[in-house]
């Protein structure tokens, strides 16, 4: 009598996956750069460099992304859209309290007040319709021991089953990475380790986000400067977690790191000056309090005066800029501010963490 045949390998695994799906990678979001590895940093602008020679691609053809805005944009949203958009994909931007629903955030919560749906529904249902989900939010200024937790973000990413992007929190990677590949152009790939990097607070009538500098002082010490903090005082000084990263990079990196508040040492030979005001965090939610200290300090802007003591240095800012309170006319306009590359740059350097991101899938 026959035996009857046994199933097949390839049936077999059939059979077992689906009634025991395969455990999935952990998904890798675009958070901060410093989750990244150092080459895959590289690899992400060698993309951006390419897609800035060739704009057309088809790497999000039939693909989707969210962009999701509790605070204004101009770059931001404007790049991403044509980036998506250059690539094959489709953007759908939503404003949370404008043209979609609030959102609350926190658990174990009676949501008795404004928000109408939690993060957890949002992040997943978003997830079943997009492939990427971009998030910028502002802190709430109140408390910066609950702002540096970063929770809008990470809870989009605790939720979300496909990979977010950080479109500007309390960090701003995709300014990084744009300004670094300024840099690259100007000076070549090769030769920005040991440059002497400025990274130079000044004067705005409002307090701002420290998102920036965050990011700037990051992505330089990642890329082996030499890193000179310029602040007024001591109470300007960026969160530890950031002065920690800058002292890792070093570490691993090459290059230095150092504060300084003294205006014409920080700038004397300084190849790159790179701009941004920020609030202090000693006064973080209280800025009655700062705003009488941060006006005795409004000839921290960068002028002419201040660039002629540089090694030829180059400006730049991540915009937007107030011109005679951050910078001069004069340096705005001169050809060795390259804020503007660097502003065209993010168009360039999202396109590549979107294809990354999307080739995971």
Not at 67 to 78: A, D, E, I, M, Q
Not at 106 to 118: C, K, P, Q
Not at 147 to 174: G, M, W
Not at 194 to 202: A, M, N, R
Request: aromatic letters at 10%; one cysteine or more.
């Amino acid at each position: 009598m026959r035996q009857p045949e046994k199933p097949s390998l390839a049936l077999g695994f059939l059979l077992f996956t689906i009634g025991f799906p395969m455990q999935q990678a952990p998904i890798k979001h675009f958070l901060n750069t410093q989750d990244w590895t150092r080459p895959e940093l590289d690899a992400l602008l060698m993309q951006a460099a390419a897609f800035k020679r060739s704009k057309a691609g088809d790497q999000l053809k039939g693909r989707a992304i969210a962009l999701v805005f509790f605070n204004p944009s101009l770059r931001t949203r404007t790049s991403f859209e044509i980036g998506a958009f250059q690539l094959g994909g489709h953007a759908v931007v939503l404003q949370p309290g404008k043209d979609a629903w609030p959102i609350e955030f926190e658990l174990d919560t009676v949501m008795d007040g404004e928000a109408e749906e939690h993060i957890a529904e949002v992040a997943r249902v978003l997830s079943r319709y997009v492939d990427l989900i971009a998030v910028r939010a502002f802190p709430k200024f109140v408390d910066w021991s609950v702002d540096r937790q970063d929770k809008v973000l990470r809870s989009f990413a605790k939720y979300s089953t496909v990979p977010v992007i950080n479109l500007e929190t309390i960090t701003h990677p995709c300014q990084e990475l744009a300004h670094v590949m300024a840099l690259q152009e100007h000076f070549g790939s090769a030769v920005l380790r040991d440059k002497k990097f400025v990274l130079t607070w000044t004067y705005h009538p409002k307090a701002l986000n420290t998102a920036v500098a965050n990011s700037a002082l990051t992505i330089a010490t990642r890329m082996g400067m030499d890193v000179t903090l310029l602040c007024p005082t001591p109470d300007y000084l960026l969160d530890q977690r950031y002065m920690g990263w800058a002292a890792q990079n070093v570490a691993e990196n090459g290059g230095s790191f150092k504060i300084s508040h003294d205006i014409e040492s920080a700038y004397a030979g300084a190849d790159v000056v790179y701009a941004k005001s920020w609030g202090a965090l000693p006064y973080f939610g209280r800025w009655e309090h700062e705003k009488p200290i941060r006006e005795q300090y409004k000839h921290f802007i960068v002028d002419e005066a201040k660039m002629a003591l540089t090694n030829h240095g180059v400006f730049s800012h991540c915009l937007p800029l107030r011109r005679n309170i951050k910078a001069t006319d004069a340096v705005m306009d001169s050809p060795a501010c390259i804020a503007i590359a660097e502003a065209e740059n993010r168009l360039h350097v999202q396109k590549a963490i979107m294809a990354a991101l999307v080739a995971q899938s």
